[in-house]
Nanobody, 120 residues
């Protein structure tokens, strides 16, 4: 089992940047993913990274704007978000899973989420 705690969310203007962090405790030899859920919408895949950091996967909507990374010495995964748009407004969740797949059921452990709001 792994416990996950997200941080770094907040309110930012369109075009701005935020960096989300996900601190993991417990067994941490997992691929890690970020998902988001906007109001009235289903949770959607954002990005994922393998345990080694050598493989990454991004949703088309965030490619070129978001960067996922991890520091295994700190048991922390990051999501650097740049050129933010109002449509990026959502609760962002990190999750631990078997690989960098985009589907939710690949991920067994989830954090509580952190709110990101992008104003226009």
């Amino acid at each position: 089992q792994v416990q996950l705690v997200e941080s770094g969310g907040g309110l930012v203007q369109a075009g701005g940047s935020l960096r989300l962090s996900c601190a993991a405790s417990g067994r941490t030899f997992y691929a890690m993913g970020w998902f988001r859920q906007a109001p009235g919408k289903e949770r959607a895949f954002v990005a994922a990274i393998s345990w080694s950091g050598g493989s990454k996967n991004y949703a088309q909507s965030v490619k070129g704007r978001f960067t996922i990374s991890r520091d295994n010495a700190k048991n922390t995964v990051y999501l650097q978000m740049s050129s933010l748009k109002p449509e990026d407004t959502a609760v962002y969740y990190c999750a631990a899973g078997a690989n960098i797949a985009t589907i939710e059921n690949n991920y067994q452990n989830w954090g509580q989420g952190t709110q990101v709001t992008v104003s226009s």
